[in-house]
């Protein structure tokens, strides 16, 4: 499966992993084998961008949810960058070496970001850089900094080892249903093939999102659509910090924390297994009534838990409520489990 020698199934052409590895023949095996620390993934798709200069973090501080003044070199964090409105546009994976903050973005972000960062440099004393064909991303089941390498570990949150990010409040998420322990490392092109085979195995972005979907992580573009707020998604904390001063979309944030409570919440849905299609991102949630209350995010084969997927729906909804899934005009029920528990 992971074997020098097997042929890798590449990612379909209309997912978002397209271009890497989707699988290497047997997805559950891979699974797990990075529960068991065995096997890397190649996440070469991701982009990888970098800010230099004196004014750097204060300048990101400004920018983003996150709290950058004083980083320390090779503390990870998770960033976003928010519309006027507190909207969700970008999702960045910060670590900074002491000379360079290094931003690993999701796929198709990193020019877009690299854009709105150039027009917000003003007379600062920065520079953004676009580094995608030159370095890429390999994700590793160690929670753990390499020193010879660029390395984003997930926060504490995601893999089980407490919630320690400053500023952190456990209002939306009091435990993931899962662990998502592991790391983002940042290597030349040329060096991906051997960082690879640093590990016994390999395993496609199948077997990771699997993983990544049953600790309910979100990553943009899959939880997140155009009008999804920090708050929904279970990011307050990890990737917002709320004792920081302003910045664009700050003001939804507080007044949302503080005040009320959004209109949607992050679920994990455990679907029925009786068909062997699973959803797809974007297929409508409704109850058994039919009133659609939300949409798909991510659906995934788990190795233990059988056919699950994030969905994003009304937090209205009754937590007992069986829920209906439409895929290709077919029904597939699912009962839900909380992951955001106060939206």
């Not at 003044?69 to 090779?74: Q, R």
């Not at 360079?100 to 150039?118: E, G, M, Q, S, V």
Request: glycine share 8%; aromatic share 8%; net charge negative.
């Amino acid at each position: 499966m992971g074997e020098v020698g097997i042929t890798p199934i590449p990612a379909p052409e209309s997912d978002l992993d397209f271009g890497v590895a989707w699988h290497y023949g047997d997805p559950h095996r891979e699974q797990r084998l990075l529960i068991a620390g065995e096997a890397s993934v190649d996440l070469s798709h991701w982009g990888v961008v970098t800010v230099t200069g004196v004014d750097r973090l204060s300048w990101l501080h400004s920018l983003t949810t996150a709290f950058f003044d004083n980083l320390e070199p090779y503390v990870s964090r998770i960033a976003l960058i928010l519309s006027p409105h507190g909207h969700v546009e970008q999702e960045l994976h910060v670590v900074d070496d002491g000379e360079t903050t290094w931003l690993i973005t999701p796929p198709n972000t990193a020019t877009a970001l690299t854009a709105y960062l150039n027009s917000m440099r003003f007379m600062l004393r920065v520079e953004v850089a676009d580094v995608s064909e030159e370095f890429a991303v390999v994700w590793e089941p160690v929670h753990a900094v390499d020193p010879s390498v660029i390395t984003w570990l997930t926060p504490d949150e995601f893999a089980g080892a407490g919630n320690a990010a400053a500023g952190y409040v456990d209002k939306y998420v009091t435990a993931r249903p899962e662990l998502f322990l592991g790391r983002q490392v940042i290597v030349p092109r040329e060096m991906l093939e051997q960082r690879l085979d640093q590990f016994p195995y390999r395993a496609g972005t199948w077997a990771y999102n699997a993983i990544r979907t049953a600790a309910a992580v979100p990553q943009l573009a899959r939880e997140t659509d155009h009008k999804s707020l920090p708050h929904e998604l279970g990011w307050i904390g990890s990737g917002v910090h709320l004792q920081k001063g302003c910045y664009r979309g700050q003001e939804t944030v507080a007044r949302v924390y503080n005040l009320g409570k959004p209109p949607r919440r992050l679920v994990l849905l455990h679907l029925d297994g009786s068909d062997s299609d699973l959803p797809s991102h974007g297929d409508e949630v409704t109850t058994a009534a039919g009133k659609v209350i939300g949409f798909i995010a991510t659906p995934a084969r788990h190795y233990e838990l059988g056919p699950i997927a994030t969905a994003v729906i009304k937090r209205s909804t009754p937590v007992d409520e069986t829920l209906h899934v439409i895929h290709d005009g077919n029904v597939i029920t699912a009962n839900q489990e909380l992951v955001v528990t106060d939206a």
